[in-house]
């Protein structure tokens, strides 16, 4: 069983040795490694071609700057594997990350992606406990809801501690959408679980986050149009799954959580553009008129756990476009934050 791993990099010298001996010592030996350079200015792609001069599994692209998406997408462009994974080059993965998955698929035939779980480190210490999975399969929509419900799955949206059947992502033309740098990859996920027949967890943590990066995109400023962007489309596919898995009951929280937070983000967005308050809010209405969908709300409002967690007042003046004393909250807050900081 060959898998691709693909692993996007960037200004990574230092880090990515570690990672490539991780990929080496993998117990599972048949695999290919595309190692993709995204237009580093150091010695990230030397790196890369010692490792491919040295082991044949190891094949070196280089590309002008894009982000981890469009990397990430080269790869997907030249992988021949029948399974892929990725890996972030500052990350590493543990001997048998492969082999366990190996072993699931060979146990559970007609799954199409398997989660293992992660250990977070920063300089060689556990930064918090692992996150890990039972072994277990879902098959079928009513067990895929299951999953959905049972697991802490949707809080752990990353694109690298699982692996995708990878004819299941040609066939429906799925790739990292570039004009975000950010939740790409929970979209990605989301995409790819509107045509799965079965998904598997595995027990093990397997593979391991470094943390000590702190010029994460995570941690960046998102601009308004980014988070409009990302608000759109991550809310478009969150109701494309809802429907296909026809969640309109208690399992559709861990995603209405994570999408009332990308509107939250969006409307805030809006609220730092530069000009006055009034033309804040004029703009918020303007964007929660073309983006949020009170026809799909309509349908969920009702849903007992979702009606108790949007009658918080801040919900509340939101879905009703009170966007003045949304924005007079927002404002308040942040002068009580600023005086709690000048006492200081």
């Known amino acids: 069983m060959l898998i691709t791993i693909i692993i996007p990099i960037y200004n990574r010298a230092k880090t990515l040795p570690e990672c490539l001996d991780s990929?080496?010592?993998?117990?599972?030996?048949?695999f290919e490694c595309l190692l993709i350079d995204d237009g580093s200015h150091d010695d990230s792609l030397k790196v890369c071609n010692d490792y491919a001069d040295k082991d044949s599994r190891f094949r070196v692209f280089r590309k002008t700057n894009g982000g981890v998406g469009s990397a990430r997408n080269l790869g997907l462009e030249n992988a021949t594997g029948e399974w892929v994974a990725f890996v972030d080059s500052d990350?590493?993965?543990?001997?048998?990350?492969?082999?366990?998955?190996?072993?699931?698929?060979?146990?559970?035939?007609?799954?199409?992606?398997?989660?293992?779980g992660c250990q977070?480190?920063?300089?060689?210490?556990?930064?918090?406990?692992d996150h890990t999975y039972s072994l277990a399969k879902y098959e079928g929509k009513e067990e895929i809801k299951h999953f959905f419900a049972s697991t802490d799955l949707l809080q752990y949206m990353y694109a690298c501690?699982?692996?995708y059947r990878r004819c299941l992502i040609e066939q429906n033309n799925m790739r990292f959408d570039t004009t975000l740098s950010l939740s790409e990859d929970r979209l990605f996920c989301y995409q790819f679980l509107k045509h799965i027949r079965g998904a598997a967890t595995v027990p093990e943590a397997t593979y391991v986050i470094n943390e000590e990066d702190n010029n994460k995109l995570s941690q960046r400023h998102l601009?308004?149009?980014?988070?409009i962007n990302r608000y759109h489309k991550l809310s478009v596919a969150m109701q494309n799954l809802v429907e296909i898995y026809q969640l309109y009951d208690a399992r559709i929280m861990p995603f209405w959580k994570y999408n009332y937070i990308l509107l939250h983000n969006m409307l805030h967005s809006l609220y730092n553009v530069k000009?006055?308050?009034?033309?804040?809010?004029?703009?918020?209405q303007y964007y929660i008129n073309k983006y949020f969908d009170f026809n799909f709300y309509n349908k969920i409002k009702d849903i007992p756990e979702l009606k108790v967690f949007m009658s918080d007042a801040q919900a509340r003046r939101?879905?009703?476009?009170?966007f003045l004393s949304y924005d007079l909250h927002i404002m308040f807050n942040y002068i009580l934050i600023?005086?709690?900081i000048k006492k200081q």
Request: hydrophobic share 35%; proline share 4%; aromatic share 8%.
């Open 318 to 322: 939101m879905i009703n476009m009170q």
């Open 161 to 163: 501690d699982r692996i």
């Open 275 to 284: 000009g006055n308050i009034f033309s804040a809010t004029k703009r918020q």
């Open 120 to 129: 977070y480190v920063c300089r060689g210490q556990k930064t918090r406990p």
């Open 91 to 116: 990350d590493i993965i543990a001997p048998n990350h492969l082999s366990q998955f190996a072993t699931a698929i060979q146990k559970y035939p007609n799954v199409d992606i398997l989660f293992c």
């Open 23 to 30: 990929i080496i010592n993998q117990e599972h030996s048949e």
């Open 223 to 227: 601009s308004s149009e980014m988070c």
């Open 338 to 340: 600023r005086l709690h």
